[in-house]
């Protein structure tokens, strides 16, 4: 028995540079910035260091009807807005509920709620506390909220490994429909954890930028004068089904997810390996799944966070599985637009991944000053063309833990 193609069709986003997928991809492509200076007064309360992050364009409870965003965290109604229109673009698949199924990931899950109720528990006492507060803060809010609304009862499964998150959750939803657990799914990460005690933290472990000046250029991979990340928020979803099942109702496919990788290094709770043997060894499996080589990539969507020690450590990986052709790829750093969604940026990047290879453009990385010489690789501030051939990219999620997730993409 042949093993199923997996495809991609449909694709929803909101992100800090536009409310829907496309508007976030042509944001992309000219090079825009989602980082701004935070407008709150908590800030200046808790005198956090840094005072800026890459906020949704679009709040999500201005989108969703009331009676459906107060029943949720904002990370759920992220993954709402997200997936609906992932759903609309997939042309509303008609699918029995008990082959529908979800994989979904967060990195946090409900920060918010999480804070807010301690905040009212300390302040007006227990019976203030919302009765929905352990619905809405647990990390399987989102997926468990999409199965409701869309009446997935294949399963609805849920992925919290940090910054590789959302990238997991997907190379998940292949192998279950390559298994023959659903014949579609829905895919992806949100997170929403801008808050006062998430910065505070970061910005504790000198993770983040603090170019408090100029949020604008604060996120720089692969720059010599890179200081840290810049948080960012928002969620992205993928429609995957099995390929026959997709043309069979005629649908339009977006691109092929033809690999994946999942690994640990068991290295350090925060930092990744500097040589790079895990996620090197995430790359050969996405290869392998794929029937592919080194010599068929054409393109990389880099984790590349802007972090001193985390952009070397990744081309490091990348030189070991790809030798001298790592140089020759063109490269993206989208974070440098978008911030870093923690557990939802693997889905926003897979998603700008199979738009890259659907236009044939690497998209733009934008502040890129002077690069350094320990991170050589082929990444550029204008928009890079692809080719007219066929087109094999991937892309890689990091996160503390020790996880490492790469996917790979096909055009179709």
């Known amino acids: 028995m042949s093993t199923p193609r997996i495809v991609v069709t449909g694709i929803g986003a909101t992100s800090p540079i536009g409310a829907t997928a496309q508007e976030s991809w042509d944001a992309l492509l000219e090079g825009a910035s989602g980082a701004r200076t935070l407008e709150y007064d908590w800030v ?51 699918v029995a509920p008990e082959r529908l199924g979800v994989d979904f990931a967060t990195g946090i899950g409900g920060v918010w709620t999480l804070l807010d109720a301690w905040d009212v528990l300390r302040e007006k006492g227990p ?38 998150s959302s990238t997991e959750s997907i190379v998940n939803a292949v192998e279950h429909l390559r298994a023959g657990l659903a014949d579609v799914v829905i895919a992806g990460g949100t997170e929403s954890a801008i808050h006062p005690i998430t910065i505070a933290s970061f910005a504790s472990m000198q993770a983040l930028s603090r170019r408090n000046d100029d949020p604008a250029t604060a996120s720089r991979p692969g720059s010599i004068d890179r200081d840290g990340f810049v948080m960012g928020e928002g969620a992205a979803v993928l429609i995957l089904e099995t390929e026959e099942h997709a043309r069979a109702r005629g649908a339009k496919i977006y691109a092929a997810v033809v690999g994946g990788g999942v690994t640990a290094d068991s290295y350090h709770i925060t930092a990744n390996d500097p040589e790079g043997h895990g996620a090197a060894r995430a790359v050969e499996m996405a290869l392998a799944m794929a029937d592919a080589s080194p010599a068929d990539i054409t393109h990389i969507n880099a984790h590349a966070t802007s972090t001193p020690v985390g952009d070397p450590n990744e081309y490091q990986a990348l030189k070991a599985v790809l030798g001298d052709r790592v140089d020759e790829i063109p490269v993206s750093a989208t974070k440098a637009s978008t911030g870093h969604l ?71």
């Open 44 to 94: 200046e309360k808790y005198q956090l260091p840094v005072t800026f992050a890459a906020q949704a364009k679009v709040r999500p409870d201005t989108v969703l009807p009331r009676p459906v965003s107060k029943r949720l965290d904002p990370a759920s109604q992220f993954a709402m807005v997200a997936a609906q229109e992932a759903w609309e673009d997939a042309g509303s698949p008609e």
């Open 127 to 164: 019976r203030r506390v919302m009765p929905m507060t352990v619905p809405m803060l647990m990390p399987n809010a989102a997926a468990g909220n999409l199965s409701l609304h869309f009446g997935a009862r294949a399963y609805a499964r849920t992925v919290a490994s940090a910054c590789a």
């Open 342 to 412: 923690l557990g939802g940026t693997g889905a926003l990047e897979a998603m700008f991944t199979i738009l890259a290879i659907r236009d044939r453009v690497a998209p733009p990385t934008i502040n890129i000053t002077t690069q350094d010489p320990e991170v050589p690789f082929r990444i550029s501030g204008e928009k890079q063309a692809l080719g007219s051939g066929p087109q094999l990219a991937i892309s890689n999620s990091f996160g503390f833990g020790g996880h490492n997730a790469v996917a790979a993409f096909t055009t179709v």
